[in-house]
C-alpha cells in the first residue's frame, strides 16, 4: 500500500546508543549496563540490530491538535546530529517513522498497528495526546512492543500496572495542577475559578487534580465548562465562564482551543480573571496569534528551557541545539518551543536507551522504569529523570512562569512534586 506524504514522514538519523550495550557505561549516562552472559538471549529484538534501531512516532500532523507536529522536527534535529557528529552508539543509527493520526483514537490504532506490523519498529515513540495513547496501550501490551516516553501527562501512564510497556515522561497533570492550587494558595488564597477544559481523559486529569489540590481551602470552582475537540469554537463556554465573574481562569486546553480562550478573554474587557494555562498550550504558537499585547500577565509553568529566554544565551545545550537546529532542520524555526520539547525527549530516550542492560525491547522497558538522577540538559536546572518501582513518572518537577513582553519568564523555585505533595497513588 501506497503511503501519503504526510501520513509517513521517515527520518534515518543515529542515535546513540549503548556502546557494548551488555557490559560498560556509555557517554550518555543512566545505570552501568551489566547484564551477564546469556541474560539477553531470548529477548525481543525486532526492529534493533547491530548497525540500526528502528523508532515509530504518532503524531497529529494534521486536525485540530497539529501545532504538536513541530515536535517531531526536533527529534528528528537531534537524532540526526548524533547521527553524523557521534557515530551514534554503538554504532546503530536510529529510522524514525512518523505517522499523522489527526488526532483520532481510532487513526492512533491504525497507525500503531502499522508500525508495529508492517514497519517492524523497535518500540513506539512520543505517541501523542492522552486519547491516541489510552486507545494503543493495550495493543503495545499485547504485543509486548515498548511504549516510551508518551506525549501526555495523563497519571495513569505512571500508577497503571497493567501496561508495564507503557511510560510518560512530562510531569503529569495532577502534579501540575498541584502547582497551580499552590500558587493561587499564596496569591489569591479566596480565589474563584472558572474552568474550561477538555471532555476527554487528560481534561479530566488535570481539572480532577486541581478540585482535590484545593480541597478544605477558601479556594472554590465558580464555574466549569467543557468543549470537544470536534467543536469549532470554545467562544459559547467562554461567554459562560465570563458570567461567573470569577477571577481566576484556569485554561485546560491544547493549542488551538487555548488561542480562542486567550483571544476571547482578550476581548472581553468587562472580565479580567488571572489566566492560568496549562503547560501543553503555553507554546508562544499558541500566544502570538491572540498577540502578545492581549496574554501579559498570563501565568503557566514548565521544565524545561525556552529557547527565547536571554537565561539560556550562553547556556551549551541550547547554543548547540540552535546550532544543529540550523545545521539539521534548515528553514526551522528553532525559537519555537516544541521543537525545544522534541529535542529535550529524544535526548532523554539516549539517555534511557544508553542504561539498558540489554540492546532489547525487555532492556529498553527496564531501562525507563529504572532511572535514578539522569540529567538531561535541555531540562531546567534541578529537573531530573528518576523512575522506580512503583514510581513510573520521570520528571516530577516544574517551575511556575508568567508572559511578559513576548516571552515567559521564569519565577520561584523549581518545585520537587514528589517532595512537595507527596507521591500520586493509585
Known amino acids: 500500500m501506497r503511503l501519503s506524504a504526510i501520513g509517513r514522514t521517515a527520518v534515518t538519523a543515529t542515535l546513540v546508543i549503548a556502546a557494548a550495550a551488555c557490559g560498560g557505561r556509555d557517554s550518555g549516562g543512566g545505570t552501568p549496563s551489566t547484564a551477564a552472559a546469556g541474560e539477553c538471549q531470548g529477548q525481543q529484538t525486532t526492529g534493533i540490530t547491530d548497525t540500526s534501531i528502528k523508532l515509530g512516532g504518532i503524531y497529529p500532523l494534521s486536525g485540530p491538535a497539529s501545532a504538536y507536529g513541530d515536535i517531531p522536527k526536533g527529534i528528528k534535529a537531534y537524532f540526526d546530529y548524533v547521527n553524523a557528529e557521534q557515530n551514534g552508539i554503538g554504532g546503530r543509527k536510529v529510522e524514525f517513522v512518523v505517522r499523522d493520526d489527526g488526532y483520532q483514537p481510532p487513526k492512533a490504532v491504525e497507525e500503531a498497528r502499522r508500525l508495529v506490523e508492517q514497519e517492524q519498529v523497535f518500540a513506539l515513540f512520543q505517541t501523542l495526546g492522552t486519547p491516541s495513547t489510552t486507545a494503543t496501550w493495550d495493543y503495545a501490551t499485547q504485543r509486548k512492543v515498548p511504549q516510551i516516553f508518551v506525549a501526555t501527562g495523563a497519571s495513569k501512564w505512571g500508577l497503571d500496572t497493567a501496561h508495564p510497556w507503557t511510560i510518560g515522561w512530562q510531569p503529569n497533570y495532577i502534579s501540575e495542577a498541584r502547582v497551580y492550587a499552590q500558587y493561587l494558595k499564596t496569591e489569591k488564597p479566596q480565589a474563584k475559578v472558572a474552568v474550561l477544559y477538555q471532555n476527554d481523559d487528560f481534561g479530566k486529569d488535570l481539572l480532577g487534580g486541581f478540585k482535590n489540590a484545593i480541597a478544605g481551602t477558601e479556594i472554590t470552582i465558580a464555574a466549569e465548562q467543557s468543549y470537544e475537540v470536534s467543536d469549532p469554537s470554545v467562544d459559547p463556554q467562554m461567554r459562560n465562564l465570563a458570567g461567573s465573574k470569577a477571577d481566576v481562569f484556569l485554561n485546560i486546553t491544547t493549542p488551538k482551543f487555548g488561542s ?102 525487555e532492556g529498553l522497558r527496564d531501562s525507563v522504569r529504572d532511572l535514578k538522577g539522569v ?10 529523570l528518576d523512575t522506580a518501582q512503583g514510581d513510573g513518572f520521570p520528571i516530577e518537577s516544574m517551575q511556575l512562569m508568567e508572559f511578559k513582553g513576548e516571552r515567559w519568564e521564569l519565577f520561584g523555585e523549581v518545585i520537587d512534586t514528589r517532595k512537595e505533595f507527596g507521591p500520586l497513588t493509585g
Open 260 to 361: 480562542q480562550a486567550l483571544a476571547a478573554d482578550a476581548k472581553n474587557t468587562k472580565w479580567n480573571p488571572l489566566h492560568i494555562v496549562n503547560n501543553v498550550a503555553a507554546s508562544v504558537t499558541v500566544l502570538k496569534p491572540v498577540g502578545f499585547e492581549n496574554v501579559q500577565g498570563v501565568v503557566s509553568s514548565s521544565y524545561y528551557k525556552d529557547p527565547l529566554d536571554p537565561t539560556w544565551a550562553d547556556d551549551a545545550e541550547m547554543k548547540l541545539y540552535k546550532q544543529k537546529m540550523q545545521q539539521y532542520a534548515p528553514g526551522v524555526d528553532a525559537n519555537i518551543p516544541y521543537h525545544t520539547f522534541g529535542w529535550a525527549v529524544a535526548s532523554s530516550f539516549h539517555k534511557a536507551m544508553a542504561a539498558a542492560k540489554c540492546p532489547t525491547r
Open 375 to 384: 540529567q538531561v540538559d535541555m531540562l531546567l536546572p534541578g529537573v531530573v
